[in-house]
């Protein structure tokens, strides 16, 4: 893979990847000999240990796909995942500028942040990367992405992705619909009418728009309305195909 997803992304580049929310390095390495871009693994919803997070961004790593961490509500999960190699960063629930603010001082290093510097860990190949060279290079490569998933976000969303420092904002479709009040899901007019809103002023602001998908029209729209990063579902679209399979059986 050339350069960092981060830098590809900045370049113009559509990424494609997965979620996975269950603990098995074995699958990150099928996606990553698919050639997908990166992998996001769910540390929200998802039930991971960090020892296991590890490992999962260590498969990542072998098969040269992007482990990306959406982390969980735990104030040291930033610094966990980052220090354990992951190359980049989902943050749920960002509603307020002061929350994007919170999120880079974890993530980035001083002078940009506050993040903890440490030598010895994964990230840093235990102590052959140090000093400035590793400092400047996690800041600057480490991909940022803050959830856009409640009205509150969605007003604040142009004070919140002026926030140095952040990336990508990360429409939560499925969160975005509960919060409205439309559980059925976020294919309802009045939440798609919100995400078109939103990508139309990513589009203004020049700033990163990623979105969920969970199957390949899904893909194809995302990226038509101006998606740099999508990353679909794996359970969805593992699902679907044994279901077809099961149908065959059943019907022959």
């Given amino acids: 893979m050339m350069g960092s997803l981060k830098s590809r992304l900045l370049g113009g580049y559509k990424a494609v990847g997965v979620l996975i929310g269950d603990y098995s390095p074995s699958m990150v390495e099928v996606y990553g000999h ?3 871009d990166f992998v996001f693994i769910d540390d929200e919803h998802g039930a991971f240990s960090y020892s296991e997070l590890e490992h999962m961004v260590r498969a990542a790593d072998a098969v040269q796909i992007a482990p990306i961490v959406r982390v ?6 930033i610094q966990k995942v980052l220090d354990r190699g992951a190359k ?7 509603n307020t500028k002061e929350e994007a603010e919170k999120v880079v001082q974890q993530a980035k290093f001083p002078p940009h942040g506050k993040r903890g510097a440490a030598y010895y860990i994964r990230a840093a190949q235990y ?7 590793y400092l400047q290079s996690a800041n600057e490569e480490t991909l940022v992405i803050v959830h856009i998933e409640t009205p509150q976000a969605v007003a604040n969303f142009d004070a919140i ?12 479709s499925t969160d975005l619909a509960v919060s409205m009040g439309y559980t059925d899901g976020p294919d309802h007019p009045e939440v798609q009418k919100v995400i078109e809103q939103l990508f139309e002023k990513g589009r203004k602001l020049g700033v990163l728009m990623g979105a969920v998908a969970a199957s390949k029209e899904q893909v194809r ?3 038509e309305r101006g998606a ?8 969805s679209v593992i699902s679907k195909a044994f279901r077809e399979v099961l149908d065959v059986a059943k019907e022959s």
């Fill in 221 to 223: 729209r995302e990226f």
């Fill in 88 to 94: 980049g960063i989902h943050i749920p629930m960002v």
């Fill in 127 to 133: 102590g052959k990367v140090r000093g400035t060279n």
């Fill in 34 to 36: 698919l050639e997908f």
């Fill in 228 to 235: 740099n990063y999508v990353a679909v579902v794996g359970t």
């Fill in 72 to 77: 969980s509500y735990d104030e040291s999960g």
């Fill in 161 to 172: 992705m002026s926030v140095p420092g952040i990336d990508m904002a990360f429409i939560g």
